[in-house]
């Protein structure tokens, strides 16, 4: 008689304990094995768990709010976290404070996964906890498992029927509705159904949801004013800061931004993210000192860290070569080459190492050589490779070589070729401008650029209204073609999109649009720092399996429906401690 098959052993069950203090870690890992966790790993310090949690999935995570010195805490863990998209939605993260701290951790209760421990507690606490956060996964799992097949929309509207019938868990599902709608292009929906969840519950991520709703429809002005407001009723809302920091970037307004940003790295004093910000802020607005303290305390924090954007080690080098720091360059420069070995393939990090480059040469009075480096970088001005940040970048080299009165003929040149490209907005016309503040006149000559493009848009857009709209494309496509700025580009379609019908050949028109795009490249829609676009303060952030090591799923906007008004009759809910998550298949 054969033997029956054993069933397959169950998986591991992996646990993080996160606490500087051993007896308190030895309780909690005691607990945790009676519950059932296989394995554990323990780490006494914030920077050994954010590395650990880069490179391992854990099913639970426990971590102590407070660790003393030094600043850290585990608020501050969890939102870098989260912004780099290193927390799946599979595990269950829970913040353990003492009764004195629990007003620290109201902003845990906001943005935690899963919520917070208040110690003492005991292990049956602990059990039912654990249980419930895992109970909720289970109850949302047929959201995850939609945008496991990349059915995004239909994951959405999950997210609404959960929401307007107030099933178990219709806040949290909101939440991760209401960004579904934000990625899918329809800003509108998502607004509204931020804006019913704040009559539902009055909840801040859901304020801020309209705030982050209004800038991505073009209307920052407008969420400058709903963020103060909501940091008027919380001015310890460190997210609110990070999103009202973004508004006042993409307005132009700097000198409230590095204020903003100020206020928020203070709230959070260990922050990779945020001190990036402010530090990168400071260069721009031409704070060197500032800038060196703040980037340099980044990267001693991070710079091992998927957290980290090497473009603040550009930025640092720049700073450290203003206070002719041999030493500082040299170090920065001995880590351009550890990170050149980890990302050989990234020609991103290859034009950082050779800015930094450049600027060791000027900073040894290499003049010859440098200049050489500087016009191999210039060569690349007129490829659909070379970015805006990249524009920015050689346009802060060029100005220490005007400032270093090193002669450079075709400085000028370059310069209006880099304003001309991408100074498209008040933002990015401005962030460009102050990495050319070393040398005044390249300042001002980007800042003419915006003025000739908007010229040169209000005459297209006068020959279309008297009549000529096919001119109207064709003198946008001539400038587009000479300048590679995308903005003609893009009105260019639009005038064609709206006459079409009145045109002799919009099908030649078009073929030229479609010729240029790919010479011309891609250009940020708004000014922003570094790489900031998988790092949504207040959102939540949607990862599939598919998708994970690669960037966030792309969505792409389907037609836009209607969002039926959200009115049903109020129901009671645990409270819900939702955030940004990471999204993988539930275990």
């Not at 999103?243 to 700097?254: K, P």
């Amino acid at each position: 008689m054969a033997s029956e098959k054993e069933p397959p052993a169950p998986p591991p069950v992996l646990a993080l304990v996160v606490d500087s203090n051993a007896t308190s870690r030895s309780i909690l890992v005691s607990q945790l094995r009676e519950y059932g966790v296989t394995r554990i790993v323990q780490c006494t310090r914030v920077q050994d768990a954010r590395s650990r949690l880069e490179h391992t999935v854990f099913d639970y995570v426990l971590c102590e709010q407070s660790f003393g010195e030094g600043g850290y805490s585990g608020q501050t863990l969890l939102d870098d976290l989260r912004r780099a998209q290193l927390l799946p939605f599979s595990t269950v993260f829970f913040m353990v404070t003492s009764e004195a701290s629990y007003a620290a951790v109201a902003e845990a209760a906001e943005s935690a996964l899963d919520g917070y421990l208040l110690k003492p507690f005991t292990p049956s606490a602990l059990f039912e906890r654990l249980g419930l956060a895992r109970l909720r996964k289970v109850h949302l799992k047929p959201i995850f498992d939609a945008m496991e097949a990349q059915d995004f929309e239909g994951a959405a509207r999950l997210c609404v029927e959960r929401f307007e019938s107030r099933k178990p868990y219709w806040l949290y599902a909101a939440r991760i509705g209401s960004e579904l709608l934000l990625r899918l292009g329809r800003h509108d929906e998502a607004r509204t159904l931020f804006e019913a969840v704040i009559e539902a519950r009055a909840l801040p991520w859901a304020k801020l949801g309209v705030a982050r709703a209004q800038i991505e429809s073009g209307q920052a002005v407008r969420a400058v004013t709903t963020l103060q407001e909501l940091i008027g009723e919380d001015a310890t809302f460190a997210d609110a800061y990070d999103v009202l920091g973004r508004a006042q970037v993409e307005l132009g307004n700097f000198s409230q931004a590095i204020e903003t940003y100020r206020t928020a790295s203070t709230l959070t004093p260990d922050s990779v993210v945020r001190l990036q910000k402010l530090g990168m802020m400071s260069y721009y607005m031409g704070d060197r000192e500032a800038a060196t303290k703040t980037l340099s305390r980044a990267a001693v924090l991070g710079i091992d860290s998927k957290l980290f954007d090497f473009q603040s080690l550009v930025l640092l080098t720049f700073a450290y070569f203003a206070e002719n720091d041999r030493k500082g360059i040299e170090r920065c420069m001995a880590d351009f080459a550890r990170i050149l070995e980890r990302h050989h393939g990234s020609a991103r990090v290859q034009r950082f190492a050779e800015v930094a480059r450049a600027l060791q040469l000027i900073q040894q009075r290499q003049f010859s050589q440098a200049v050489d480096a500087v016009r191999a970088m210039a060569r690349e001005i007129g490829t659909s490779h070379f970015d805006f940040e990249a524009a920015c970048n050689l346009g802060s080299l060029l100005a220490v070589l005007a400032a270093t009165s090193i002669d450079l003929p075709e400085g000028e040149g370059w310069v209006r070729a880099l304003g001309l490209r991408y100074a498209n907005t008040r933002g990015l016309t401005e962030l460009m401008a102050n990495a050319c503040n070393l040398h005044e006149p390249y300042a001002a000559m980007v800042r003419d650029c915006l003025q000739h493009i908007n010229k040169t848009a209000e005459a297209a857009m006068a020959r279309s209204l008297a009549g000529d709209p096919a001119g109207a494309v064709q003198a946008l496509l001539g400038e587009a073609e000479r300048t590679l700025n995308s903005k003609l580009v893009d009105m260019s379609q639009q005038v064609l999109l709206r006459h079409q019908a009145r045109m002799a050949q919009p099908a030649l028109l078009q073929d030229a649009i479609d010729a240029l795009r790919p010479r011309v490249g891609s250009a940020p829609a708004r000014a922003i720092l570094g790489q900031d676009s998988e790092r949504q303060a207040g959102g939540v952030v949607l990862r599939t399996r598919s998708t994970a090591g690669e960037g966030p799923a792309q969505i792409a906007p389907p037609p836009r429906d209607s969002l039926a008004a959200h009115t049903p009759p109020p129901a009671d809910e645990t409270p819900d401690l939702a955030a940004q998550l990471r999204l993988r298949p539930a275990f």
